[in-house]
């Protein structure tokens, strides 16, 4: 079985590349070459199938990749961009300073100078240069000089690398990977003794998997790959090539049983509908699969497994919106959670500290876990919806060259995205409802509104992100039974008088509410 199943692994590979230099280079339609495929290469129609919706994953795998890197050299031109015009700003200030001193100098030289019977006033020194040495300012202007000319020369890269992006044609893929392809060039310091110890390898990583789509019109959920759980049997269906006619026209391996994890949902996609959508419904749903092969470096030893991929039925939902919320704030370093009633009254609140800087990727998965099951456990026993901002960091990323070293460090190791993904994902399991909003002044309308609770700015944020989850008003009126700040009265009585959104009360007001309300803490 392990020889054919190195036989079906090699073969796929070769008939891969073809079909990504005929559909993706050669821009082959899909339906012409899924005949030459059965013709040429003796594949059944799924078999082509599978391995035209392949690459055509891969290839727009790569395109959304291009994307994102053309935004992301976007937003690192733009900040870089600014930072330049910011420096050109400090030289023009430090020349203006250099010109005043001079200036200055100038008339007190004509003064000393000037002989009359009347004595003359000493010019005044003007503001901008007082406490000023030219000599600093010679300084400053040629450190700001040398920063700038490294800042153009990083903005030109970052130029280049977006002209090659945009004029970058069809996508290209080494199958194997580019980097062990590149080793055969200096096989010594990648640990290759020999040419063909290189080669074997590039070839079992080229050919280290092969993927058979699936359908729910067929039985099991695929025809080319078919798994019997009450005979505990798998059946693949090989090609009709001359190099597998020994095996027949299936390789069948016994004894095989999936792990535990989620084998109910499996065995409920493999079964009969109950209530089938169509009459040609055969199974719950498709499950495609993918045959993998594994060689340990050390011993060279093969080992072979089975992936299925297919979407498991979402349990029912148990939270109720209805009783109230749990909002949650996620910052830099801590989860603040707030849990509100019915009404939308503060409950409850509490902090989930973390730290992620220094962790290895397998460490912080590890912390982003605990910390969502701690969430949605408290999600399960209160029967309350969460509610979460959807936000975007991937544009401050960005800019990070820009910032601050501490920002840089803070930014660059918040797994923001990770962190949502993963409660996401185990909100779905237990049936806890997500609920997403839109993330403006939460930080000022909590601070603001409920500025007599003596919790940190981040639980008033988190409070603000539930009520904003349950639909409640974001006027700006104190809740909770404080008094206003006497210094904002007069801003509220002519907001008022407006009538603009409610939001347009913190977006005037940002600094002074953060000056008083937020930045105490």
């Not at 199943?5 to 005929?22: D, N, Y």
């Not at 495929?37 to 799924?46: D, G, H, N, Q």
């Not at 084998?263 to 959508?277: C, I, M, N």
């Not at 500025?451 to 981040?458: F, K, N, V």
Request: with cysteine; charged share 30%.
């Amino acid at each position: 079985a392990f020889e054919c199943i190195e036989r079906v692994l090699s073969f796929f590979a070769r008939v891969r590349g073809k079909v990504w230099r005929e559909l993706i280079i050669k821009e082959e339609s899909p339906n012409a070459l899924k005949s030459t495929l059965i013709r040429e290469e003796k594949v059944t129609a799924r078999h082509a199938n599978s391995l035209i919706k392949e690459v055509q994953a891969k290839a727009s795998s790569i395109e959304e990749l291009r994307k994102e890197r053309r935004v992301a050299l976007s937003g690192r031109i733009k900040s870089t961009e600014k930072k330049i015009a910011s420096l050109d700003k400090k030289i023009k200030a430090e020349r203006k300073k250099l010109k005043d001193i001079e200036s200055y100098r100038l008339k007190i030289k004509v003064w000393k100078e000037c002989v009359s019977s009347k004595p003359r006033r000493k010019p005044s020194m003007p503001q901008s240069i007082r406490d000023q040495f030219a000599s600093e300012c010679l300084k400053n202007c040629q450190r700001l000089k040398e920063v700038r000319h490294q800042k153009s020369r990083h903005l030109s890269i970052l130029n280049s690398k977006m002209a090659k992006l945009q004029t970058s044609g069809k996508p290209s893929l080494c199958f194997g990977g580019k980097a062990l392809f590149h080793n055969q060039h200096h096989r010594e310091s990648a640990g290759f003794r020999s040419h063909e110890e290189w080669l074997e390898t590039f070839r079992n990583r080229r050919s280290s998997s092969v993927f058979f789509i699936g359908s729910s019109d067929e039985t099991f959920g695929n025809q080319s790959f078919q798994y019997d759980p009450v005979k505990k049997v798998l059946k693949i269906r090989l090609p009709n090539a001359p190099e597998f006619a020994e095996y027949g026209k299936y390789l069948t391996i016994e004894a095989l049983e999936f792990p535990e994890f989620l084998r109910d949902a499996y065995l409920e996609a493999l079964g009969t509908p109950s209530v089938p959508r169509s009459k040609s419904q055969k199974s719950g749903g498709p499950i495609s699969y993918r045959l993998v092969r594994r060689v340990n470096p050390q011993t060279n030893e093969k080992s072979y497994y089975v992936q299925a991929s297919f979407s498991p039925k979402a349990p029912e939902i148990v939270s109720n919106l209805s009783i109230g919320a749990i909002g949650v704030d996620i910052n830099s370093d801590h989860l603040a959670i707030t849990e509100t009633d019915r009404f939308g009254n503060y409950g409850s609140s509490l902090s989930l500290p973390f730290d992620f800087s220094g962790k290895r990727t397998s460490e912080v998965k590890a912390i982003i876990g605990d910390l969502s099951a701690v969430l949605i456990q408290g999600c399960e026993k209160s029967g309350k919806p969460l509610v979460m901002e959807d936000l975007d960091f991937s544009q401050k990323k960005t800019s990070l060259r820009e910032l601050q070293l501490s920002h840089r460090k803070m930014l660059s190791s918040f797994a923001y995205a990770e962190i949502v993904e993963t409660v996401k994902s185990r909100a779905r399991k237990k049936g806890i409802e997500v609920i997403s909003i839109n993330p403006a002044y939460t930080s000022l309308i909590g601070a603001f509104k409920y500025q007599g609770l003596h919790i940190s700015a981040h639980k008033k944020a988190a409070l603000a992100i539930a009520r904003r989850g349950q639909g409640f008003s974001e006027g700006p009126g104190v809740h909770q039974g404080t008094l206003p700040l006497q210094a904002m009265i007069e801003e509220k009585a002519r907001f008022h008088s407006s009538a603009r959104h409610v939001w347009g009360f913190y977006a005037d007001h940002s600094r002074k509410i953060r000056e008083l309300l937020i930045h105490p803490d």
